[in-house]
């Protein structure tokens, strides 16, 4: 069983940056994010596979940025300027296995709460 172990987010003010960790217990080859808003269904945020393919969700493009460091299994999710918006559950997500059984793992997930 692969565990993802976010970090991060907490209460924030408009007009501050967030920046979130997750780290994974093993390498795997693409990791990301996801949100939930109040009220409102998960919403995809970005991916980044181990080759540097990057992937945003619409609302996501230009406003999140994704990284990681593969030596130490953790993806990490940044923005300038949260707005309330941004205040939701993010959730680091992770996919392993193979290329014909795939699994994909998840975080509890971190709050984040944007105040205006």
């Known amino acids: 069983q692969v565990n993802l172990v976010e970090s991060g987010g907490g209460l924030l003010q408009a007009g501050d940056a967030l920046r979130l960790s997750c780290e994974a217990t093993?390498?795997?080859?693409?990791m990301g994010w996801y949100r939930q808003p109040p009220g409102k269904q998960r919403e995809f945020v970005a991916t980044?596979?181990?080759?540097?393919?990057?992937n945003y969700g619409k609302f996501a493009r230009d406003q999140f940025n994704i990284s990681r460091d593969n030596s130490k299994k953790m993806v990490f999710l940044e923005r300038e300027n949260v707005q309330p918006d941004d205040t939701a559950r993010y959730y680091c997500?992770?996919?392993?296995?193979?290329?014909?059984?795939?699994?994909?793992?998840w975080g509890q997930g971190t709050q984040v709460t944007v105040s205006s």
């Open positions: 997500y992770g996919r392993g296995g193979t290329y014909y059984n795939p699994r994909d793992y």
């Open positions: 093993e390498r795997l080859f693409i």
């Open positions: 980044l596979q181990s080759d540097g393919t990057a």
